[in-house]
């Protein structure tokens, strides 16, 4: 019987790659450079001046070189608990930026930080007043009757509300991941606010505003191991590319650039939408009103971010189908809560579409 030698070596373990030291020591002496990069972060990047001001409220109007195309002119609103200058990040990270080397007129709501004496503000306060003195600013400033406005997030569900409230004012709506329909689903905010485990009279009798803590944290526990561990990781891999630092950094920095919502608005969002998803019953009262969206018949465009984790399309996907609009449509593109703003292919992919379709809806000059 012949004998055949037998490879012991078959039950050896995979080599394991020892520790990337050259790698270690590159990162090591990127430090400097990235602490260089974040001093000179700056955001907020097109140009601008201050229109108008009413309380803590400021409107920027932005300026450019490049002649404007367009007479019809288009207001940005962004959520009350987050800055706006996530629409104006940085060059080649900025919607406002695509919008303006369109030709158009952009004009942007910043509301400010609330105070405690803030506290009893509503959603007829932001609406009915902040929001209608600014769009009457707006037109008076353009020289025209209406004009066209832009949502993005809770500012889109505010826009929604005031256009069907005022429809003789807007010309176009565009809605950006906007929170329209709060049935509980594949949305972790919704199963949080469930009455029977979230109280929010009490959070709002206690603080008085709702603290930046608190809506911060709920938004990173959405993803929590994205959000607290891989974006890290990553970061420190590729510590070593500049372009990439300085884009990080600028998102960090409007991350962490936190401020309180209003008690009262923030118990209103939470108990009309969350707790009754009132809006898509036509039965969200703002004062004396109540919003009825099939009252929007301006042209509508609907833009969703096919991985948000925020605010899922199925919250915002119902909306044309709920206004009373002829010229409606949407569009979902691949991209998260906040790509749908920064991300290069949304830069590069979608907003060129976007100012395209504004641009076939407005005046031209």
């Known amino acids: 019987m012949s004998t055949q030698s037998f490879p012991f070596n078959w039950f050896r373990p995979p080599a394991v790659p020892g520790p990337d030291i050259q790698g270690f020591f590159d990162r090591l002496a990127a430090w400097p ?57 940085m060059p080649g990270k900025s919607v406002v930026e695509r919008f303006v080397e369109a030709g158009f007129d952009v004009f942007l709501v910043d509301w400010g930080c609330p105070s405690d004496g803030d506290r009893f503000l509503t959603g007829e306060h ?44 807007i010309r176009n709506l565009i809605l950006m991941t906007a929170p329209i329909d709060f049935t509980p689903g594949d949305n972790l905010l919704s199963i949080w606010a469930d009455p029977k485990y979230f109280d ?18 709920s938004f990173l526990m959405l993803k929590p191991v994205s959000n607290l561990i891989e ?25 962490n650039d936190n401020i309180p919502l209003a008690g009262e608005t923030y118990r209103e969002w939470v108990k009309n939408g969350y707790h009754r998803n009132l809006l898509v019953k036509g039965e969200w009262p703002i004062g004396r009103r109540k919003v009825n969206l099939k009252d929007i018949t301006c042209p509508v465009l609907n833009l969703m971010a096919r991985d948000d984790h925020l605010v899922p399309c199925t919250q915002s996907r119902g909306f044309n189908d709920l206004t009373g609009s002829s010229d409606r449509q949407a569009i979902e593109f691949p991209s998260g809560h906040i790509g749908l703003a920064v991300s290069s292919r949304a830069q590069r992919d979608l907003w060129p579409r976007a100012c395209e379709w504004l641009a076939a809806r407005s005046d031209a000059i």
């Open 33 to 89: 450079k990235v602490a260089q990069i974040a001093q000179r972060i700056r955001t907020g990047a097109t140009p601008h001046e201050v229109s108008y001001r009413e309380d803590k409220l400021q409107v920027l109007r932005y300026t450019s070189d490049e002649p404007r195309r367009y007479k019809t002119p288009l207001l940005m609103v962004f959520a009350l608990v987050n800055r706006p200058y996530i629409l104006d990040l």
């Open 126 to 169: 932001y609406i009915e007043r902040y929001m209608h003195n600014v769009v009457r600013h707006v037109a008076d400033a353009a020289d025209v009757d209406s004009i066209s406005l832009m949502g993005y997030c809770m500012g889109g569900t505010m826009s929604a509300m005031y256009t069907a409230l005022h429809q003789e004012e």
């Open 200 to 217: 929010v009279d009490q959070i709002v009798d206690t603080f008085g505003n709702a603290p930046p803590w608190l809506l911060q944290t």
């Open 231 to 255: 974006k890290y990781l990553n970061f420190y891999d590729r510590m070593t590319d500049e372009k990439f630092v300085e884009e990080f950094l600028a998102m960090e920095t409007w991350i």
